[in-house]
């Protein structure tokens, strides 16, 4: 099993920062593993946001590239979410994920998902 914790989450102004973390535990959870992000927004689907590899690599969806990155620490098995210049189309639940795979932005590749934390951009 894997244990996902999200925190940080909060109402904000647009042009605002907030950032997210995502605590990672468990047996079956290895710093190894690929992580990412997803987002949704009410009455829309889960929608990829970005994705690291264990040794940094990332990957982003085109509507948060240049205002958002993602890192983690694999001492302390988390990852984190930093989002800069947040607009009210960022408003939604904010869901961490494990990869069963490398570098995937197919929600169906992840396995594991934390219970989400909400954002919410004021205009």
């Known amino acids: 099993q894997v244990q996902l914790v999200e925190s940080g989450g909060g109402l904000v102004q647009a042009g605002g920062s907030l950032r997210l973390s995502c605590a990672a535990s468990g047996l079956a959870f290895s710093s190894y593993d690929t992580m990412g992000w997803f987002r949704q927004a009410p009455g829309k689907e889960r929608e990829f946001v970005a994705t690291v590899t264990w040794n940094g690599n990332t990957y982003y969806a085109d509507s948060v590239k240049g205002r958002f990155t993602i890192s983690r620490d694999n001492v302390k098995n988390t990852v984190y979410l930093q989002m800069n210049s947040l607009k009210p189309e960022d408003t939604a639940l904010y869901y961490c994920?494990?990869?069963?795979?490398?570098?995937?932005?197919?929600?169906?590749?992840?396995?594991?998902w934390g219970q989400g934390t909400q954002v919410t951009v004021s205009s």
């Open positions: 994920a494990r990869s069963r795979t490398s570098y995937s932005v197919r929600r169906t590749d992840y396995d594991y």
